[in-house]
């Protein structure tokens, strides 16, 4: 009896120095104000290690909070407590965006230290991923301190690659996925952030594009089908002739999934019915790079393949039949594929057969 005595008052005793939640947060938030003070004020170095610290410590504490380790197991209703203190709705703030545990931690990340960021990409990525008290919503409704920032980091490749992972579990949820493809934040990725000079960026930029594109089949198509002009004829026609190699191959293999997706049936038939589409992957099927000949190839034999080819379509493949078969009998012949070879001589064997449409059929 005394020894059972000794452990609940040793478990008791854990418990009451165990930080709840809500300390967690505080004592974080407390940290970050002393380093973005040191920092702005000038102060010295020994007041900036203690804030680090401080930060550092409760940053690690609140994730294991929600991921456990070896000495905790995870407690729902704590993890419920601490993204409901993140969110600044438990007290300790005046209840304003700009106050919000969690927005006040994604607006300073620049300043954070390097395992700091990665604590805080892994709480933030629980929170959403798991729907903790509501956080997606909190982060619909506070779009611009977070997911706006959090794109904003492109710019910044030391902050990308950790903003890019956050960005993507945003896009999970598919409530948070239509907000950024409905705002303008998605015509950045277009125009800039894929452009990135550094490949780990631009190459991380691609995915959080990718999974903008395809991760929730229906709201993206219907984006896709709504916005055709201005996604395929405006901009994705830049990315495809792009001096960049990353870019025109990352375009072309995400051009090739989303064409081949049965989800985008309908967008598919209205890009292999373009002409001016046809002659931007021919172009690219004798691009210099192989593998973005070989991307090309996946794009192309969409258009080949087409049971009902427009006139103006197959005018062109007759026009350049001869060229195209001699080509294609050369193309990468070195690679062992069963599937790649039987498919290219599909696609010699309609080309060969092709011919001229009548004359009242073809395009002025």
């Not at 007759?318 to 696609?347: G, I, P, S």
Request: glycine fraction near 4%; aromatic fraction near 8%.
């Amino acid at each position: 009896n005394q020894s059972a005595l000794s452990m609940a008052s040793f478990l008791s005793g854990l418990t009451k120095r165990r930080k709840s939640p809500q300390q967690l947060t505080s004592l974080a938030l407390q940290g970050l104000h002393g380093l973005t003070q040191s920092r702005q004020e000038g102060g010295d170095e020994d007041q900036r290690a203690k804030a680090r610290t401080q930060l550092a410590k409760r940053m690690h504490q609140m994730k294991v909070v929600l991921y456990g380790d070896e000495e905790n197991e995870v407690e729902e209703g704590r993890c419920v407590d601490l993204a409901r203190a993140l969110m600044g709705v438990d007290g300790g703030s005046s209840g304003s965006s700009q106050d919000a545990p969690i927005v006040q931690l994604v607006a300073y990340i620049e300043n954070l230290p390097f395992e700091v960021r990665k604590d805080l990409s892994q709480i933030y990525n629980a929170l959403v991923r798991r729907e903790l008290a509501g956080f997606p919503d909190f982060v619909e409704a506070h779009q611009g301190q977070l997911i706006d920032n959090l794109v904003m980091y492109y710019h910044k490749p030391d902050l990308a690659l950790v903003c890019g992972a956050m960005l993507r579990e945003n896009i999970r949820i598919p409530a948070l996925n239509v907000l950024m493809l409905k705002s303008n934040l998605l015509w950045g990725f277009f125009l800039d952030y894929v452009h990135q000079p550094i490949f780990d960026v631009a190459t991380d930029a691609f995915a959080t594009l990718r999974d903008l594109l395809t991760k929730n089949k229906p709201v993206a198509s219907q984006f896709l089908l709504d916005n055709y002009e201005k996604v395929f004829e405006e901009h994705y026609k830049v990315l495809l002739q792009s001096n960049n190699y990353v870019t025109r191959r990352q375009s072309l293999k995400l051009l090739g999934e989303l064409l081949l997706d049965r989800a985008n049936f309908d967008i598919m038939m209205r890009y292999i019915g373009s002409r001016e589409n046809l002659k931007v992957i021919m172009n690219l099927l004798r691009d210099t790079s192989a593998n973005i000949q070989f991307e090309a190839f996946h794009v192309f034999k969409v258009f080949v393949a087409n049971p009902k080819k427009p006139p103006e379509i197959v005018r062109i493949l007759v026009t350049n039949k001869t060229k195209l078969v001699a080509y294609l009998e050369n193309f990468h012949t070195e690679r062992e594929d069963n599937q790649f070879a039987e498919e290219k001589q599909l696609l010699i064997t309609t080309l060969a057969s092709l011919e001229m449409p009548p004359a009242s059929e073809a395009t002025p």
